[in-house]
């Protein structure tokens, strides 16, 4: 099974409007972070977001927030008030465990496209 | 935030020749690194995990002996092409770990091979 599934290869958003990327996790881990990067055309990976597993508040920082559903094995990233620079890749990653060794995996990407 | 560099950050090489390509943390120790391969409109593809001071651990499918990782110290880690042939034309992409949050990666802005 995949550990992290994007179900969205592309979407189109208004500028100035909000929009939701959307993610799912599947691990049986109970210590757990998950991830969100922007990879712009340039192909560096910009950390946006972290979520853990054993946080209860959802994550915020500045336009870019984390609707973490533990239930549900959710993790989608909420960009608020779009800008024509937030056109990139955006992926999701989970790392289990916390330790330095422990791998990420990626989901397979989101292409977002604001419109003028 | 930490500071992962990556050099060269484009090369092209002649199929048959090798080609190395480090990754280093600048202002952090890294204990470990780990390098990830991406194919345009893809997701990140990891192909190895090295620790410092130790053999890397490679992703299924990945062949050892034609992707060389040596992580020799905590601030560089090194991914030798050897015998390249136009297939391993790929976006190279290293990040380390082991920085001011043990769950965080930061990655290298990335080496774009051509094997011509």
């Known amino acids: 099974a995949q550990k992290i599934t994007q179900t969205q290869p592309g979407m189109f958003v208004q500028e100035k409007e909000a929009v939701t990327l959307d993610c799912t996790y599947d691990?049986?881990?109970?210590?757990?972070?998950l991830f969100w990067y922007k990879q712009p055309s340039s192909g560096e990976m910009i950390f946006l977001i972290y979520?853990?597993?054993?946080?209860?508040q959802n994550a915020t920082e500045g336009r870019y927030s984390l609707n973490f559903q533990k239930a549900r094995k959710s993790a989608n990233l909420v960009i608020s008030a779009s800008q024509l620079g937030d056109s990139a890749m955006y992926f999701c990653?989970?790392?289990?465990?916390?330790?330095?060794?422990?791998?990420?995996?990626f989901g397979s990407g989101t292409k977002l496209n604001v419109k003028p | 935030g930490a500071v992962v560099s990556q050099h060269p950050s484009w090369v092209i090489c002649k199929s048959g020749t090798s080609v190395k390509i480090e990754c280093r943390s600048l202002?952090?120790?890294?204990?470990?690194m780990f390098w990830y391969r991406q194919f345009p409109k893809q997701s990140l593809m990891l192909m190895a995990t090295?620790?410092?001071?130790?053999?890397?651990?490679?992703e299924q499918g990945v062949e050892k002996d034609k992707f060389l990782i040596n992580h020799a110290s905590l601030t560089l880690s090194t991914l030798t092409v050897t015998s390249a042939h136009p297939e391993d034309s790929s976006f190279y992409i290293c990040?380390?770990?082991?920085?001011?949050?043990?769950?965080?990666?930061?990655f290298g802005p990335g080496t774009r091979l051509t094997v011509t």
């Open positions: 202002d952090f120790q890294a204990t470990t």
């Open positions: 090295s620790n410092e001071g130790s053999k890397a651990t490679y």
């Open positions: 990653a989970m790392r289990e465990g916390i330790g330095n060794f422990n791998k990420f995996y």
């Open positions: 990040s380390a770990s082991g920085g001011q949050g043990t769950y965080e990666q930061y």
């Open positions: 979520q853990g597993s054993y946080d209860e």
């Open positions: 691990t049986s881990d109970q210590s757990y972070g």
